[in-house]
C-alpha cells in the first residue's frame, strides 16, 4: 500500500492552516528559489515577524518552515 505524496500546494494549506488555528491572521504562505540559497519557504503573519525556512528543494524548505512553526507552537503550549 504506497502512500501518496503531497503536492506543494497540500503542503502549504497544511502550514497555513496550522498557522491560522495558533496566530490568527496569516497574511501569506508562500515558497521562491533564490539564486544563491536555493529554496526559502515563507509564512508572513499580520502582527508578527515572518519566518523563513530553507531546503534543498521546495519540499525540503517546506517541511523545515513546518517543523519551525510547529515548535513554536509547542513551545507556546508548554508555558
Known amino acids: 500500500m504506497s502512500k501518496e ?7 502549504i494549506d497544511r502550514i497555513y ?6 496566530y490568527g491572521e496569516v497574511r501569506f504562505v508562500g515558497i521562491k ?4 540559497i536555493g529554496w526559502v ?3 508572513q503573519f499580520d502582527e508578527f515577524d515572518s519566518l523563513m525556512a530553507e531546503g534543498t528543494d521546495a519540499i ?4 523545515n518552515l ?3 512553526v510547529k515548535k ?4 507556546y ?3
Open 5 to 11: 505524496a503531497k503536492t506543494l500546494d497540500e503542503r
Open 17 to 22: 492552516k496550522m498557522a491560522k488555528e495558533h
Open 33 to 36: 528559489r533564490h539564486t544563491k
Open 41 to 43: 519557504a515563507k509564512i
Open 60 to 63: 525540503a524548505a517546506l517541511k
Open 66 to 68: 513546518r517543523k519551525r
Open 72 to 75: 513554536i507552537i509547542d513551545r
Open 77 to 79: 503550549n508548554m508555558v
